[in-house]
C-alpha cells in the first residue's frame, strides 16, 4: 500500500472542552501519527462542535464531510477511520453511514469500536482494570451508553471479565438502561457497601470529557453521583475520560494494525 495516498481519520463525537480534547483524542492522534507514518486528521461527529473547535490552539478539526472532501482534492485515494467509540451503537454506525455516502470515490476502510465481540469485551476488562487499579475497598462502577441488545452484551462481556479476574468489586452498568440506579443500589447492598462505609467510584465508560460527564454522571444533583449519595453510599467520580489511560490509548494503535497489517 503506498501510504502516502492514505489518510486516517480519528473519529469521535466530539468536545467543546479544549483541556479534554488535548488529553485524549490530541494523545490517541500523536500515537497513531508516530506508530503509522500516517496523516492523522481529526473528525467530529457532531458537525456544531467541529466547526467551533476548529483551528483551536492551531489544529484542524473535520466534520465527516469536510475531512473526505479535503482528502478527495488533495489526492488521496484511501480512507482509514478509527473511531474512539467505546462499543458500536448508534454513533459509531451513524459514522459508517456517512462514510459509506463517498464510496464510490474513495476506498473508505473503519476499523471496530473498543468493544464488539466476546474477545474484545474481555480484552477491555484486562485494560480497564490496569488503568484503574482497583483496590479491596472500593467499589467500582464502570458506567457506558447504549439500550441495544449488542450493547448490553458486549457491556456485560466486560464486567464478567473483570469478574474473572478475581474483582467482585467492578460492575458495569448501563445508563441508559431501565433503572440503572436500582441496579446500582441493588449490586451496592449485595456488597454490603453501605455497612462497610465502602467508598464507591463512578467510572465512566467515555474516552474524553464533555456534557455527558459533567450532567449526567456526577454534575446536577438529578446526576447518577448525587442520587447515589442520597441513597447513603460515599460516592466519588474518577473526573477522567479513557483516553487519559495510556493503556487505553494503545486499543486504537492495535485496532489499526487490524487493517493496515
Keep these: ?16 472542552i479544549l483541556r479534554a480534547k488535548e488529553v485524549s483524542y490530541d494523545k490517541i492522534q500523536a500515537e497513531l501519527a508516530q506508530k503509522s507514518g500516517l496523516p492523522v486528521w481529526q473528525i467530529f461527529t457532531d458537525d456544531a462542535t467541529a ?35 467505546f462499543a458500536e451503537g448508534e454513533l459509531y454506525h451513524g459514522l459508517r453511514k456517512r462514510l459509506d455516502f463517498y464510496r464510490d470515490r474513495i476506498d473508505v476502510a473503519m476499523t471496530h469500536a473498543v468493544i464488539f465481540d466476546q474477545e474484545s469485551a ?17 467499589e467500582y462502577l464502570f458506567v457506558g451508553h447504549g439500550l441495544s441488545e449488542q450493547h448490553h452484551h458486549n457491556y456485560a462481556a466486560v ?26 443500589v441493588s449490586l451496592l447492598k449485595k456488597r454490603e457497601a453501605e455497612l462497610r462505609d465502602a467508598q464507591v467510584e463512578i467510572v465512566p465508560l467515555v474516552v ?24 447513603g453510599y460515599r460516592t466519588i467520580f474518577t473526573g477522567k475520560g479513557l483516553g487519559e489511560y495510556s493503556a487505553f490509548r494503545e486499543v486504537y494503535t492495535e485496532r489499526l494494525k487490524d487493517i493496515l497489517g
Design 1 to 16: 500500500m503506498d501510504n502516502q495516498k492514505t489518510v486516517l481519520f480519528l473519529a469521535s463525537f466530539g468536545t467543546s
Design 51 to 85: 466547526r467551533a473547535v476548529n483551528g483551536a490552539g492551531g489544529a484542524s478539526t473535520y466534520t465527516v464531510e469536510d475531512a473526505v472532501e479535503t482528502a478527495i482534492i488533495h489526492g488521496f485515494t484511501r480512507i482509514v477511520c478509527i473511531p474512539v467509540y
Design 122 to 138: 474481555e480484552n477491555a476488562a484486562r485494560i480497564l482494570l490496569e488503568c484503574v487499579k482497583p483496590n479491596d475497598e472500593t
Design 159 to 184: 464486567g464478567e471479565g473483570m469478574k474473572k479476574l478475581g474483582f467482585d468489586n467492578c460492575h458495569v452498568l448501563l445508563l441508559k438502561e431501565k433503572d440503572c440506579l436500582g441496579q446500582a
Design 208 to 231: 474524553a470529557w464533555g456534557d455527558y460527564m459533567a450532567g449526567e454522571l456526577y454534575n446536577s444533583e438529578d446526576s447518577f453521583m448525587w442520587q447515589l449519595r442520597k441513597a
